[in-house]
């Protein structure tokens, strides 16, 4: 049974930052197969959208427009797992965030790409 385990959210000012984790678990590595992991965040009122993914293992990071050059997606596969890194936070970046697991996925940013999610944690950030 796979699952995802999100840690890390919290408070701070605009221009601080954050570090998430995600621990996946029961996810093995299969031949043929690539697996991915998401971040995804959600304001309320809004739809869930995707910020970053990258390979496990850490290859082909991509990350949202609006998070470039501010967050950076890591991922240890000796320790299962996986870091967002959330610097020069906005409050516009509030919201809780997610992360989530899939093989073989094509659109790396899209939520329907992947099957398996965390219970998600919550960033708040005041100006």
């Known amino acids: 049974q796979v699952q995802v385990v999100e840690s890390g959210g919290g408070s701070v000012q605009a221009g601080g930052s954050l570090r998430l984790s995600c621990v996946v678990s029961?996810?093995?590595?299969?031949?043929?197969?690539?697996?991915?992991m998401g971040w995804f965040r959600q304001a309320p009122g809004k739809e869930r959208e995707g910020v970053a993914a990258?390979?496990?293992?850490?290859?082909?990071?991509q990350y949202a427009d609006s998070v470039k050059g501010r967050f950076t997606i890591s991922q240890d596969n000796v320790k299962n797992t996986g870091y967002l890194q959330m610097n020069s936070l906005k409050p516009e970046d509030a919201g809780m965030y997610y992360c989530?697991?899939?093989?073989?996925?094509?659109?790396?940013?899209?939520?329907?790409?992947?099957?398996?999610w965390g219970q998600g944690s919550q960033v708040t950030v005041s100006s």
């Open positions: 989530a697991a899939g093989r073989d996925v094509v659109a790396p940013l899209k939520v329907n790409e992947y099957g398996y």
């Open positions: 029961g996810f093995p590595y299969r031949t043929n197969s690539v697996r991915y």
């Open positions: 990258v390979i496990f293992g850490g290859a082909r990071p």
